[in-house]
């Protein structure tokens, strides 16, 4: 069982709806990740919350809007997606930003757009 | 800019072991990690190793690093059905940049 939870599960959207993906860890770690998996690709890094400000932002569209309302949650804001944005949706944390410690992991969301 | 292979591909016989191979190319690299990716999953840490080390037993687990060569293995002794997954090795790069492999694809023939 991971500790860090994501939710929805699964997500199905039409291109112009709007939709939030969540992300919740209680285990005090004060850096938060959001990354994109395409099916058969690693996973590749989007955004990077350091104390609940956005520290790395890897180009990623505005379509794709994070939010870090405080240590424990990590939000991901979802606007005119394309279809090409259909993937697996991670969030990961970490004890301390800067420091090797390693990231957990939740299980995703897996994202699908029409 | 970083760059990290793995095979695509490994099958074992149940009980034998596995050994799943990873090279990258950025030296600076302080920590390496294993995660576990099961279908339909996020990913497990597995386990991982600093650049100091080059050796680490955790279990039924061994991870070797070669920092000479830039490889780093994962050994999975005594391999189980529950080991088929797909294993991505990590490395750190900067302060919050994971780099992942393309992962390996482990099946486990019973």
């Known amino acids: 069982d991971t500790e860090v939870t994501q939710t929805p599960k699964h997500l199905v959207m039409g291109m112009t709806n709007k939709k939030s993906l969540k992300c919740e860890q209680h285990m005090g770690h004060r850096a938060m990740y959001w990354y994109k998996q395409k099916a058969k690709k690693p996973p590749e890094l989007m955004f990077v919350y350091s104390y609940e400000k956005l520290s790395i932002n890897e180009s990623v569209p505005s379509r794709f809007s994070p939010e870090c309302p405080n240590s424990s949650l990590l939000n991901l804001h979802l606007h005119a997606l394309q279809p090409e944005d259909s993937a697996l949706y991670l969030c990961?944390?970490?004890?301390?930003?800067?420091?090797?410690?390693?990231?957990?992991f939740g299980d995703g969301t897996r994202l699908s757009i029409l | 800019g970083e760059d990290v292979e793995q095979s695509l591909f490994l099958s074992v016989r149940e009980g034998d072991s596995s050994v799943i191979n990873c090279t990258y190319t950025?030296?600076?690299?302080?920590?390496l990690y294993w995660y576990k990716q099961e279908p339909g999953a996020g990913l497990q840490l597995l386990t991982y190793i600093f650049s100091n080390m080059d050796m680490k037993q955790d279990q039924r687990l061994t991870v070797l690093l070669n920092k000479k060569d830039k490889h780093l293995s994962l050994r999975i002794a005594d391999t189980q059905t529950g080991d088929s997954a797909i294993y991505f090795c990590?490395?750190?790069?900067?302060?919050?940049?994971?780099?992942f492999g393309t992962g390996t694809r482990l099946t486990v023939i019973p």
């Open positions: 990590a490395e750190r790069s900067g302060a919050n940049n994971l780099f």
């Open positions: 990961a944390s970490s004890l301390e930003p800067g420091l090797s410690q390693p990231q957990h």
């Open positions: 950025d030296s600076s690299s302080t920590y």
